[in-house]
């Protein structure tokens, strides 16, 4: 059988299914490399802050390489101006944010809008008593994790209700026109006193596996094989053809 393998017309063939063979193979290696989508990696410049200013603009799209990024921001927090966020987990209670109208005032464009989540307290109470405070004193300078816009929700605002930190939502609800509104809002990293850090862990470094694209993966391997395997099938069927035709001729023979 080999002999009839070296023949010209049958290694064109052999050629034609390495080619084929070899084709199907990297597709199986991009399909497997699409497998794994790994989460963003924490390293030492995402934990190291950096302001603000140098990462996002006001009035755009908030980037990856914004997002999760801890940063520092100078402003004001303006008074009259303060939210209460119901039904927010804190270590798995759930309890209230007070979140602030910062006007920037380091940035590229001073006069930007940040929203600003100070801290959590399990009582609203608590969190009325800390705005009381901040309208009096309330800092200048933050340190935080920059975190991406929520989605608004069904809020009872008439009935005081509110329980998403979107932005385009406060900026319907601030009373002081903003000049431009980063599209993100801050976590700070020292909450006010009388509420306790809001929990931002950095982004996650888990990896999830695409099993579809696995399966994929092997299907290429699967049809690299079998394109070998039909050439030698196709020689092994030419040999026996072959040789039932001599036996053939030695029988009349």
């Known amino acids: 059988m080999w ?3 070296r023949r010209p017309r049958w290694i064109a063939a052999l ?10 193979a990297a597709l199986g290696q991009w399909q497997l490399s699409r497998s794994i ?3 963003v990696a924490v390293d030492e410049t995402t934990e190291t802050p950096v302001a603000l200013a140098r990462l996002a603009e006001p009035q755009q799209p908030l980037t990856s ?13 303006l008074p009259d101006e303060y ?5 927010r987990l804190n270590a798995g209670e ?15 464009e001073p006069g930007a809008s940040l929203a600003v989540a100070l801290g959590w307290t399990s009582g609203a109470d608590a969190a009325a008593s800390v705005i009381s405070k901040l309208e009096d004193d309330a800092p200048t300078g933050f340190s935080g994790r920059y975190l991406p816009s929520e989605n608004p929700q069904e809020d009872d605002f008439e009935n005081g209700v509110q329980n998403s930190l979107s932005t385009a939502a406060l900026v319907n609800q601030w009373q002081t026109a903003p000049e431009g509104v980063y599209a993100g809002y801050l976590v700070t990293n020292a909450a006010p006193a009388g509420l306790e850090q809001i ?11 695409n099993w579809l694209n696995i399966f994929y993966a092997v299907e290429w391997a699967v049809f690299a094989v079998f394109a070998v395997f039909l050439w030698f099938r ?3 069927d030419a040999w026996e053809r072959e040789q039932e035709e001599l036996e053939e001729q030695l029988d009349v023979n």
């Open 15 to 24: 050629l034609l299914c390495l080619a084929i063979a070899a084709a199907f």
């Open 83 to 87: 939210v209460v966020l119901s039904g």
């Open 3 to 5: 002999e009839l393998a």
């Open 234 to 236: 196709l020689v092994k």
């Open 94 to 108: 759930s309890g209230f944010w007070v979140v602030g109208h910062l006007v920037e005032t380091d940035g590229a």
């Open 65 to 77: 390489a914004a997002a999760g990024r801890l940063v520092t921001v100078e402003g004001t927090l």
């Open 37 to 39: 989508d790994s989460g």
């Open 199 to 209: 929990s931002a862990p950095a982004p996650s470094t888990e990896v999830s596996v």
